[in-house]
């Protein structure tokens, strides 16, 4: 692994968004032993909740989680160092979440306050240019406090001819979108598909055989899985329950592991890590780990370990993950870090 490879970004909340981080932390990882050392704050920029890499170039993108909401870019230099490239405004509030298409060329936003998607231009050398798209969703939900319009969560680009999916928690929706490389904007790709009522769909996670992906419902702690075929469309085969701990549940993130074994739900309220095994119809929770925490945000499976960001708890956990059994186990202390929310190998 290149000495470039063993520099992880740390996002979180800052003051603007009553957080207590100041930016962007690179800490440097060690892969034998999966131990954070963390080398400061490398970007003070406000509230990137989360962050993404260009495929081919070495430049980090974070969403400024604000009411007039922004992403940002940086060119990575050594030790994790982040050099500005400049922001551009994302047209709505309180982004959340953003992806780069797999060819390079877009970059794309969440924004969760109001509930649209935002399209930038890369040029040759990955830096955004002016907004060329802004989709915005409309709708609402049964939950009055969460889901009083929409609120768009995530945006999760396909490969080849699969389309860009963007998961609404406040319209129980997953919009499906083309796009058109020429103009930068986006073309629906059919109707929405439409969770159950209240589901408040969060974050989903695509499996390596391009088919299958599961969504986490942050209102009802489920695990929804789903087939995509080849014309884009989703299809429902069953919905589980994404923690097995009484009391408050209310799911984050979702990975699939590389090989496609396992699936990984982290759950806040219950604190805990739920893995999943992947070898039959739908997922089935073979362990739930306690995280330390009460609430992971985020976590990111890098080699054998996986990395849980607990915003409340002020950490990142590290974990050493059987890749036979899927289980993981903590190992080392907990990485002292501020408010975070999003862990990017």
Do not use: K
């Not at 109707?191 to 599961?214: E, F, N, Q, S, V």
């Not at 806040?268 to 929770?285: M, Q």
């Not at 974990?319 to 903590?330: H, L, S, Y």
């Amino acid at each position: 692994m290149s000495g470039q490879g063993e520099i992880v970004h740390i996002g979180g909340y800052t003051a603007q968004s009553g957080g207590r981080g100041s930016g962007i932390v690179a800490a440097r990882r060690d892969p034998t032993t999966g131990a954070l050392t963390p080398l400061g704050t490398v970007a003070v920029t406000a509230s990137p909740s989360f962050l993404a890499r260009h495929p081919t170039h070495p430049v980090l993108y974070a969403v400024n989680e604000l009411t007039d909401g922004e992403v940002s870019a940086w060119r990575v230099g050594s030790e994790g160092r982040l050099d500005p490239l400049g922001s551009r405004s994302t047209g709505g509030a309180e982004p959340c979440h953003l992806a780069v298409l797999p060819d390079g060329g877009h970059l794309v936003a969440a924004n969760y306050g109001s509930g649209s998607v935002a399209v930038f231009p890369l040029d040759a050398q990955g830096v955004p240019g002016e907004r060329t798209d802004l989709v915005v969703h409309e709708g609402h939900g049964p939950d009055p406090e969460r889901q009083d319009g929409a609120h768009a969560h995530m945006v999760s680009p396909g490969a080849g001819r699969a389309p860009l999916l963007a998961v609404d928690l406040g319209t129980d929706s997953v919009y499906r979108y083309d796009l058109d490389d020429a103009s930068g904007r986006l073309v629906p790709r059919g109707p929405r598909i439409r969770t159950a009522p209240g589901t408040g769909p969060r974050h989903l996670a695509r499996h390596p055989d391009g088919r299958r992906c599961y969504l986490v419902g942050e209102l009802d702690a489920s695990v929804t899985a789903y087939e995509l075929t080849d014309d884009g469309a989703l299809h429902q085969r069953g919905r589980v329950e994404a923690s097995e701990r009484s009391g408050h549940v209310q799911p984050s993130e979702v990975a699939v592991a590389p090989d496609g074994r396992y699936l990984y739900v982290a759950n806040r309220g219950a604190g805990t890590l739920a893995v999943f095994t992947l070898a039959g119809e739908l997922p089935e929770l073979v362990a739930e780990v306690d995280t330390g925490g009460e609430w992971p945000r985020h976590f990111a499976l890098i080699g054998e370990h996986v990395y849980v960001a607990d915003e409340r708890a002020d950490m990142v956990r590290v974990f050493r993950r059987d890749i036979e059994t899927g289980v993981p186990e903590a190992v080392g202390e907990p990485v002292l870090v501020p408010s975070p929310t999003c862990v990017l190998p």
